[in-house]
């Protein structure tokens, strides 16, 4: 029997670089997909940051992307962070690479991408490295408060932080 | 190859209803780990609600029983996150937010679900969900998880909300191969 898990598109970022597009990886297939960006490797502790890329080709930048995650560190009390009008989901992955096996990964649901009726949803969770050698998780929840027809993501580090890794994109049937 | 996320059945509705039921009858017992997704779900009415959730027994009927116990984180952008908990409910609640009506804004949530075929074992679920438009501009969700106190075999979910009806809705339910 065939499976509900679609691989839809593998994106390699090999040479360390600030930005990063995954372009044409959602589609009128699919209503929800499955994001998984792994072994992001980060010249700093730093995060990396996702925005949308609408069917025009152009990365959203505008202050609509409202957001809330919830850090579960091993060592300290957990850290509730959040914002309502930001221009990234800005707390997608936070990594250290520049620890050896500190690499990141995050796992998440995108709703409603290439619906332009729809405001398109995503959870996220996430495991890396933080402070040294603390253990460090990630839940969060976000949502682009436009109703748009969304195909692609972008990928953009802060702290002038550079990076690595790979996303795979699935269709869930 | 064939792949291991294996869609068992759908359910949906674009008009009003109380209560909407994924499994039941359609249920596939060759499972031992299950997937829910839940997306474009919107209410009649203009209220904030949330969604609720029952275990679908071996007769296909709602468990109602007060023997539901659960933990979520209540993400939101507005305020301090929420604890939510509870033991001993006839439903699992809080599982998602919805607000307003808005064809615009709705809920989405995957759900797993863990033991609903062992007659020995309680069942389990987890859940992550989020809906946008609390108080009109505020992001809430939930993540965590919850279980059934009752050693019987579970086959599937009703969803209901906290009040309005469902008026949409897609459900998908899916194996995850052995």
Same mark, same amino acid.
């Given at each position: 029997?065939?499976? *509900?898990?679609?691989?839809?598109? $593998?994106?390699?970022? !090999?040479?360390?670089?600030? =930005? *990063? @597009?995954?372009? /044409?990886?959602?589609?009128?297939? %699919?209503?929800? %997909? $499955?994001?998984?960006? +792994?072994? #992001?490797? =980060?010249?700093?502790?730093?995060?990396? +940051?996702?925005?949308?890329?609408? @069917?025009? /080709?152009? #990365?959203?930048? *505008?202050?609509? %992307?409202?957001?809330?995650?919830?850090?579960?560190?091993?060592?300290? !009390? %957990?850290? /509730? +962070?959040?914002? =309502?009008?930001?221009?990234y989901i800005y707390d997608f992955n936070l990594s250290k690479g520049t620890i050896s096996g500190g690499a990141g990964n995050t796992v998440a649901y995108i709703f409603n991408p290439t619906n332009a009726s729809s405001f398109t949803f995503l959870t996220w969770q996430a495991s890396s490295i933080y402070d040294s050698t603390f253990s460090f998780g990630q839940k969060g929840i976000g949502v682009l408060k436009q109703a748009s027809d969304i195909t692609g993501m972008h990928f953009v580090m802060d702290s002038s932080a550079t990076f690595t890794g790979e996303f795979i994109i699935y269709g869930v049937k | 190859m064939a792949g291991s996320l294996i869609k068992i059945t759908s359910a949906s509705t674009t008009s009003n209803v109380s209560t909407i039921d994924i499994g039941g009858a359609n249920w596939d017992s060759s499972y031992d780990v299950y997937m829910v997704k839940l997306y474009n779900l919107e209410q009649s009415g203009t209220t904030d609600v949330r969604l609720k959730a029952r275990i679908l027994k071996s007769d296909n009927s709602a468990d109602s029983t007060a023997n539901y116990d659960y933990a979520y984180k209540g993400l939101r952008t507005g305020a301090g996150f929420d604890n939510l908990a509870d033991t001993n409910q006839t439903e699992f609640t809080n599982l998602t937010y919805l607000f307003r009506g808005s064809t615009s804004y709705g809920a989405n949530a995957i759900f797993y679900l863990f033991n609903f075929n062992n007659a020995s074992e309680y069942n389990f679920i987890t859940v992550e969900g989020n809906g946008y438009g609390y108080d009109g501009s505020e992001l809430m969700g939930a993540m965590g998880g919850g279980v059934h106190t009752v050693a019987q075999v579970g086959k599937g979910l009703q969803f209901s909300l906290t009040t309005d009806s469902i008026s949409n809705a897609y459900i998908d339910l899916y194996g995850l191969k052995k």
């Open positions: 029997m065939a499976g *509900s898990l679609e691989l839809v598109k $593998k994106a390699t970022v !090999s040479s360390s670089v600030a =930005t *990063s @597009s995954v372009t /044409d990886c959602f589609n009128d297939n %699919y209503s929800v %997909y $499955k994001v998984v960006a +792994r072994n #992001i490797v =980060t010249s700093a502790e730093a995060f990396l +940051r996702l925005q949308f890329i609408n @069917s025009s /080709d152009s #990365i959203i930048t *505008s202050a609509d %992307y409202c957001w809330a995650d919830l850090f579960l560190k091993a060592n300290t !009390s %957990y850290v /509730d +962070r959040k914002n =309502t009008n930001d221009n | -």
